[in-house]
T-cell receptor
């Protein structure tokens, strides 16, 4: 069966510090991968998605970036965090070419102070 | 473009009450529709889905019917339990779209 795992689960970082959140998927090949952000009391905003190694699509301009160095690994990064980057970050995967559902990780809560 | 609108929360109900959470959408083509549930501190879990008009998705006593004529996918449950307390998200995936578009979420609080 397929599993998705992201870490760290909780992160407290000062403004201006770097960020790295990692997500891995097991049990499937060539998945579509996604990063969403959920700000406090708000819905989910799509940040990035990837259909293959090295292929990243950005949905909104921001100081975040994403990379996909391996087929089942998706990394969310920032060189300098802003207060507004605080939120709950969710990684998800879906079957390539499918129109079905996405499967979400446990989430990473980021607090920028 | 794609969008999803769902009712504002929180929705507060007593145990065994009837639940309706409204969801309407706009999308290109013939979208697939989804309801996800998020328990405190956790990621999202798929609750149910429907992929074509008049399909009814159901799971754990929850139901939603894909209504193309009204572009709606309302979530219902006949008798809620305290354990149903969570945030519920409606989502769609338009034809040719690689990602889901989510509504803002509706918090449900069920009191004993």
């Amino acid at each position: 069966s397929q599993t998705i795992h992201q870490w760290p689960a909780t992160l407290v970082q000062p403004v201006g510090s770097p960020l790295s959140l990692e997500c891995t998927v097991e049990g499937t090949s060539n998945p579509n991968l996604y990063w969403y952000r959920q700000a406090a009391g708000r819905g989910l905003q799509l940040l990035f998605y990837s259909v293959g190694i090295g292929q990243i699509s950005s949905e909104v301009p921001q100081n975040l970036s994403a990379s996909r160095p391996q087929d089942r690994q998706f990394i969310l990064s920032s060189k300098k965090l802003l207060l507004s980057d605080s939120g709950f970050y969710l990684c998800a995967w879906g079957l390539a070419g499918d129109t079905g559902e996405l499967f979400f990780g446990e989430g990473s809560r980021l607090t920028v102070l | 473009g794609n969008s999803v609108t769902q009712m504002e929360g929180p929705v507060t109900l007593s145990e065994e009450a009837f639940l309706t959470i409204n969801c309407t959408y706009t999308a290109t083509g013939y979208p697939s529709l989804f309801w996800y549930v998020q328990y405190p501190g956790e990621g999202l879990q798929l609750l149910l889905k429907a992929t074509k008009a008049d399909d009814k998705g159901s799971n754990k006593g929850f139901e939603a019917t894909y209504r193309k004529e009204t572009t709606s996918f309302h979530l219902e449950k006949g008798s809620v339990q305290v354990s149903d307390s969570a945030v519920y998200f409606c989502a769609n995936r338009g034809t040719g779209r690689r990602a889901l578009t989510f509504g803002s979420g509706t918090r449900l609080q069920v009191q004993p």
